[in-house]
C-alpha cells in the first residue's frame, strides 16, 4: 500500500523568511509526487510534481521541491515567504502504473507579517 | 481547454435522505475521474476512483456509492445519508496520458447532514 506523510499540522513562518513544509512517502516502485495548494472553501490546485529527472522541481509561485530517495522525502520550500502563502498544503503521490493518487494530511502554512 | 464542473456547491440534507453530487469533465476525453471527501478542512480521503465508462473502483467501505454513466460523468450518490457523510466534496480528473499527471480539482461541494 501507498502512502504519504506531512508530519507537521502546522507551519508558522515570518514574511521574508525561508520555508520547508516536509512531506514523506511510501511508494513501491518509481513514486511519482505532487504538491497542491487549497485556498479556504476551495478546490485544490496543482503546484508542482516530480516524475523523473533533476531532484529538485521547481513549480508555481516560486515553489520548489527536493526529491530525496534515500530518505523517502518530497519538502516543498520557498526562498521567501509572503502572506499571500498562508493557505493549506497538500503532497500526493502514486506509484507509476496505478491509477489511485493518496494525499498526506495536509500541514497549514501561516505566514506572519 | 479542460474545465471541470461540479455541483451544488453546498448542501444541507436530512439524516436519512439521498444524495446526488455531480461532476462532469469538459475538454478531455477518457478522462480518469476521482471523488474525495475532505473532513474538517484537512485530510483528502479517497472515496472511488475510475478509469473508464462503468468502471468504479472503491477505496473505503461506506454508505455512498459512484457512478460513471458517460465519459465525462462521474456521480457520488447515496440512499440514505448518515451525519458521518457531512464534509468537503472533492472531484478530481486526471488525462489518462503519461505525460500529464496533474490532477484537475473541482471546486467541491459542501455537504452538511442534519
Known amino acids: 500500500a501507498q502512502s504519504v506523510a506531512q508530519p507537521e499540522d502546522q507551519v508558522n513562518v515570518a514574511e521574508g523568511n525561508p520555508l520547508t513544509v516536509k512531506c514523506t512517502y511510501s511508494v513501491s516502485g518509481n513514486p511519482y509526487l505532487f504538491w497542491y495548494v487549497q485556498y479556504p472553501n476551495r478546490g485544490l490546485q496543482f503546484l508542482l510534481k516530480?516524475?523523473?529527472?533533476?531532484?529538485l522541481v521547481k513549480g508555481s509561485y516560486g515553489f520548489e521541491a527536493e526529491f530525496n530517495k534515500s530518505q523517502t522525502s518530497f519538502h516543498l520550500k520557498k526562498p521567501s515567504a509572503l502572506v499571500s502563502d498562508s493557505a493549506l498544503y497538500f503532497c500526493a503521490g502514486r506509484s507509476g502504473g496505478y491509477q489511485k493518487v493518496t494525499f498526506g494530511t495536509g500541514t497549514k502554512l501561516q505566514v506572519i507579517p | 481547454s479542460q474545465t471541470i464542473h461540479q455541483w451544488p456547491a453546498t448542501l444541507v440534507q436530512p439524516v436519512g435522505s439521498p444524495l446526488s453530487l455531480e461532476c462532469t469533465v469538459e475538454g478531455t476525453s477518457n478522462p480518469n475521474l476521482y471523488w474525495y471527501r475532505q473532513a474538517a478542512g484537512r485530510g483528502l480521503q479517497l472515496l472511488f476512483y475510475s478509469v473508464g465508462i462503468g468502471q468504479i473502483s472503491s477505496e473505503v467501505p461506506q454508505n455512498l456509492s459512484a457512478s460513471r454513466p458517460q465519459d465525462r460523468q462521474f456521480i457520488l450518490s447515496s440512499k440514505k445519508l448518515l451525519l458521518s457523510d457531512s464534509g468537503f466534496y472533492l472531484c478530481?480528473?486526471?488525462?489518462?496520458?503519461?505525460?500529464?499527471?496533474?490532477?484537475?480539482f473541482g471546486s467541491g461541494t459542501q455537504l452538511s447532514v442534519l
Open positions: 516530480y516524475i523523473t529527472g533533476d531532484n
Open positions: 478530481a480528473w486526471r488525462s489518462y496520458r503519461a505525460t500529464n499527471e496533474k490532477l484537475f
